[in-house]
């Protein structure tokens, strides 16, 4: 029996002799293999999903533990649903028309950056990719939320050792500093990194010289278009945004509503408990939510419930407000509550029509938004599709709550994932919802299949000046 | 099987099908007590060995600490087990064939 413990491995050489190790050993395993491997630690995880939870909360004071649960499932359950039939070893496809050959291999040891909002569901997600593709993994987690990471890799770990995967396959830093971490990125033998964190440690791994699957920051408007279904919109931003106190980069920042039912929109914000702000009571929370210095939000309100911030901002509301509405009246570093702010606040905007509505969307969505998550609710096809070619987002949620929305599997067919890529508006190289695909190296062979309209050819023809594109086609098409 | 040894010129240890764990557990006693108590250079001889595990790659690294001086090779390794140690990172340090 394999017993997972935990030394103190101070010396990077260390960290990379283990890991280099592993992926030797790991490049051997059937897609049989694998998959068990696989299998055992979403076992694992799912078993502890609720212990997890409540220690992710208990230790960093962020969110509800019981969103933190579905976190962990999302991470467990429904990414190992999406990757678990994945051909991830050997020959994953063979076509004897095209003559090609995908042979799938790992891409080597990862590094894993876990951020303080989910420290143990995306433990478990990148663990889980990770072993899907045969990639040992070293987990760099959150300082503040080393604990709850660090027990959601040894529940993982311990189960892979059960289930015969190689040594060290998982590890994780005792030392969380930031220089360690650098080190790490930058060393000869780490493949690539899963950077899930704020600008600065992304801007860090791409930096490192080391291939980097990073993340964006998000400032995700809602559009709440004339044609949508009012009320059943309003609940759906209220069981998104309230999820886990708003900590999803994913969860809408604003609303943007087109004037023809914005005070069906504000009756039904306020049936659900939300609070719109006076202009007053605006300035006070600016001061509490928004570090102006800093120019982003303030950690402090990060997670919190929309009561203790109220509190927190010296505003006389009802103990049981749920949500703070903001109205604003434009985009920018003067608004700073137009920016993202990771808690139950949302701006509010009325928009003369469609087109403003969605003028003041692509502010926000350009105002430290670029590449995430836009949402919209709207029942006119034209419409949604005219929003979505007009926003620079990887995923334009429709007619879903956009914080579960965007991590996928929940309310629509996205894969599953906590690491949701912003393209290169967010200086990422994907838009994707980063899954086990991304950590493959595929390999083709190519067998010979001659071109046979080239064979044909007179190559000669080329030579000749005088014959144009038009003339060549015609050519090179001959009899074909 | 277990390893055989020739304590001739050289100590050579033959190994031989699936090095998983539970193999390694089985043979690692009495396979670090003879590079242990050999005074003459060592040799690992994979002719026929199929897969290797982390606890064989620690026999190896042992081997090579232990050897020292008098030397350690690693012989008959194919190209799937050449390609193990070559991803470790061990292909030079062990001098694998």
Redesign the interface.
Known sequence: M?RATVSPLPDVEQYF?RA??????F??FTQQQTDRVVKAVYEAAFAHRVGLAKLAQEETGLGKWQDKVIKNVVASQFVYEDIRDLKTVGIISEDPITGIVEIAQPV?PILAIIPVTNPTSTAIFKILIALKTRNPIILSPSRKAKRSSDEAAQICYRAALEA?A???CVQWLDDCSRELTQALMGHK?LALILATGGAGLVKSAYSSGTPTLGVGAGNVPVCIERSADVPFAVEQIMISKLFDYGTICASEQAVVVEKAVAEEVAAEFRKHGAHFLSDAEVIQLERVAFDAAEGVMNPAVVGQPAAKIARMAGLDLPADVQLLLAPQGGVGPEWPLSSEVLAPILAWYVAEDFPSAVNLCIDLNFHGGIGHTVSIFSNDDARIKEFAALMNAGRIMVNTPSSQGAVGGIYNMLHPSLTLGCGTGGKNITTDNVTASHLLNIQLIARRRENQRLKQFDLNLYYDESLDAAAITRAFNKNF | MLPSCEPREKLVIRFEGSLDSAKCAEIETDVRGAVAGSSAPVVFDLDGVDFISSAFLRLCIYGRQQAGDHGFQIVNVGPYIKRVFKIAGLDAMLKAE
Not at chain 1, 20 to 25: C, D, E, F
């Open positions: 394999h002799q280099s190790a592993a992926a030797a050993v490049s051997q080597g015969d190689p040594e060290h033998c």
